[in-house]
Antibody
Framework: DVQLVESGGGLVKPGGSLRLSCAAS????????MNWVRQAPGKGLEWVSS????????YYADSVKGRFTISRDNAKSSLFLQMNSLRAEDTAVYYC??????????WGQGTLVTVSS | QSALTQPASVSGSPGQSITISCTGT?????????VSWYQQHPGKAPKLMIY???KRPSGVSNRFSGSKSGNTASLTISGLQAEDEADYYC??????????FGGGTKLTVL
């Protein structure tokens, strides 16, 4: 079974940094693009970033461009999101999600990031 | 990119059918046959219910169906059951490995 397990969330002050991780199992991680998607409390889903299987293609939502960096380690079946210059509006549950043929098909359970002083 | 437009809420009685619309633009919903729908229960991760507009993943009830016309996609749930009560989100591929989601629709089973 496909499993995606996020970690690294927590409370951070505005302007601070946090690094999220996602451990993947149950599928050939190196064959799939991966996404980060977030959901602010009580709000809808927002695509954040994507990375191709070999890390050659990387894209970001305008809201995080220049502050967040997505990366992956195929040898360890892991996905990462480095978040810098965090703002209150970045407070959300961050989901790691697999992409298959341009469809976001499997999601992790999410990790909560709270940006507050 | 602007979020896709969904109604904030819909409701129906057990056994009835409901349809949730999802309106985008010619750059996303209208351009690609890559609309997906997700069901999300409170505190849970989204679950894929429909992909590529009208296809169901293995294990998803055939009470769920999807369609698209122009820039608008739709999700229909027939034979409503209490367990269908959840938030539903549409999502469209928008090119260059980017995606756009709808604002979500809260389904209440009366």
């Amino acid at each position: 079974d496909v499993q995606l397990v996020e970690s690294g969330g927590g409370l951070v002050k505005p302007g601070g940094s946090l690094r999220l991780s996602c451990a993947a199992s149950g599928f050939t991680f190196s064959s799939h693009s991966m996404n980060w998607v977030r959901q602010a409390p009580g709000k809808g889903l927002e695509w954040v970033s994507s990375i191709s299987s070999s890390s050659t293609d990387i894209y970001y939502a305008d809201s995080v461009k220049g502050r967040f960096t997505i990366s992956r380690d195929n040898a360890k079946s892991s996905l990462f999101l480095q978040m810098n210059s965090l703002r209150a509006e970045d407070t959300a549950v961050y989901y790691c999600a697999r992409v298959a043929a341009a469809t976001v098909d499997y999601w992790g359970q999410g990790t909560l990031v709270t940006v507050s002083s | 990119q602007s979020a896709l437009t969904q109604p904030a809420s819909v409701s129906g009685s057990p056994g009835q059918s409901i349809t949730i619309s999802c309106t985008g633009t010619s750059s996303d919903v209208g351009r690609f046959n890559l609309v997906s729908w997700y069901q999300q229960h409170p505190g849970k991760a989204p679950k894929l219910m429909i992909y590529e507009g009208s296809k169901r993943p293995s294990g998803v009830s055939n009470r769920f169906s999807g369609s698209k016309s122009g820039n608008t996609a739709s999700l229909t749930i027939s034979g409503l059951q209490a367990e269908d009560e959840a938030d539903y989100y549409c999502c469209s591929y928008a090119g260059y490995s980017t995606w756009v989601f709808g604002g979500g629709t809260k389904l209440t089973v009366l």
